[in-house]
């Protein structure tokens, strides 16, 4: 049997190769999230089925509410959050990307019912799924309840969400979600007492970490850009 | 045809060889892989990944041929920021959000290689690798994690030379791992080079 050698060089090598890989392949899934502005995201969801050339003009609310967590129904409601500077940030991106897409604000929709009207809120809870059974709206207080005909005992449906899980399963979305949804008045289902979603946009992680102004209005636009159904300048 | 061709004459050589009764040493090293992103894979990830290892054992059989098998880890990963389309039965629809991409690739290979040199000098050497890749793709956007995990079926054809080390052998190689698609995803391929050190454990045992 042959002495054991015991060469210096070649295992010391050995030995800081093993080190440097240690160090090299910490985990699977290297430089990842660091920041909260890392998990923003913008999510757009529409009725393929529509035909949004019969729209043509849309109804914004003057404020952005806070929708409350349904499982903690003691909180109060229109319990403001948002800063006005960045309520109407919200409000006049939307307005101007809708505008530029063509569509036309109906200022008094009371006397002048329009085609779609956009409900925009800010979530507190961690599901987003909570608000597709959730009345939400009516924390809009007096702009949604009553208006357009549409007053208690209305809901909002989702006929184009499979299964009716829509979301629920899918995305889990943190505190500050900027909901931004537009209904369709034109069609009303009377005998659910459901007025339909043509078109969802979510903007998740936006109201927490820095510099959120830039960011949120970044990420309204994004919507609008990643939806180009709703630009009625590009339809045939 | 002509790959079922050459899978059947590798593994006839690694067979004949495994009979052959001129067995000289057991090699076993760890290589240092640097890896570039090719065909397909680099349209899932662009960037270059140096965290990878392999571990590998190599048997000579013959005065110039050696067997043995490997198991290696690459990982490889990159940021972009994407507009997705995502129709997955559940949700339809569009998400875009910075993306944090990644692939796992675990290739485990039975291998063959033919040397030329002098066994006390520099050798050059050049072989294949036949195996499975075990391949974890991931996209994390925001809260959404999509995953990916699948076996591949591949080979790693190689092209080095190594020489004496002190009692050990460095090595230089260079390596293409053509990970063939599986189920739809795309192929995974990669080229690799690989500095690594070899021991020779009949040497170092007795």
Redesign the interface.
């Known amino acids: 049997m042959k002495e054991f050698k015991a060469s210096r060089l070649p295992m010391l090598v050995l030995a800081i190769a093993v080190v440097a890989m240690s160090a090299v392949i910490p985990s699977c899934y290297p430089n990842g999230p660091e920041s909260p502005e890392d998990f923003d995201i913008i999510v757009t969801a529409f009725d393929d089925d529509t035909d949004f050339n019969q729209f043509n003009t849309y109804a914004l609310p003057d404020s952005v509410p806070v929708v409350p967590d349904p499982e903690n129904p003691n909180q109060p409601k229109n319990q403001p959050v948002l800063p006005d500077s960045i309520q109407q940030l919200i409000l006049s991106t939307i307005e101007t990307n809708m505008n530029n897409y063509g569509w036309t604000r109906e200022i008094d929709p009371n006397t002048n019912p329009p085609d779609v009207t956009l409900v925009v809120g800010v979530s507190e809870n961690d599901e987003y799924g909570a608000y597709v059974s959730y009345d939400w709206y009516s924390y809009y207080g007096g702009w949604y309840v009553g208006w357009g005909g549409y007053g208690a005992g209305w809901g909002v449906g989702y006929p184009w969400a499979p299964s009716g899980i829509y979301y629920t399963q899918t995305y889990s979305y943190t505190v500050g979600t900027l909901l931004i949804e537009m209904l369709d008045l034109k069609n009303p289902d009377t005998q659910n007492m459901e007025v339909n979603a043509l078109w969802v946009g979510a903007l998740n992680g936006l109201m927490s970490g820095t510099n959120s102004e830039q960011r949120i209005s970044d990420g309204i636009v994004q919507a609008f850009i990643q939806s180009p159904y709703l630009n009625k300048n590009q339809q045939p | 045809m002509k790959t079922t061709y050459a899978i059947m004459v590798i593994v006839a050589m690694i067979l004949l060889a495994s009979t052959g009764a001129l067995a000289q040493d057991d090699l076993f090293g ?1 290589t ?1 892989n640097m890896s570039l992103p090719t065909l397909e894979t680099r349209d899932f990830i662009s960037n270059e990944s ?4 392999t571990l590998e054992g190599r048997n000579f059989v013959a005065p110039n041929l050696a067997v043995g098998i490997s198991v290696g ?1 690459q ?1 490889f ?1 990159e ?1 972009t920021f994407e ?1 997705m389309n995502v129709n ?11 993306q ?1 991409r ?1 692939v ?1 690739s675990v290739p485990i290979l039975a291998n063959a290689y033919f040397y030329g040199g002098d066994q006390d000098g520099g050798r050059i050497f050049i072989g294949t690798g036949l195996g499975a890749y075990y391949v ?1 793709s ?1 996209v ?5 994690v999509i995953d990916n995990n699948n076996w591949h079926f591949g080979f790693a054809p190689e092209f080095g030379f190594d020489f004496p ?4 052998r460095a090595l230089i190689s260079g390596t293409f791992n053509y990970v063939f698609n599986n189920e739809g995803t795309v192929n995974f391929s990669y080229a690799q080079l690989n500095i690594g ?1 070899f ?1 020779s454990i009949y ?4």
């Open positions: 760890f240092y140096f965290r990878g290892a880890w990982v990963d940021q507009t997955n039965g559940v949700f339809s629809g569009v998400v875009s959000g910075k944090f990644y796992n974890a991931r994390e956007v925001g809260r959404i080390f002190g009692d050990s050190i021991y040497e170092y045992m007795w």
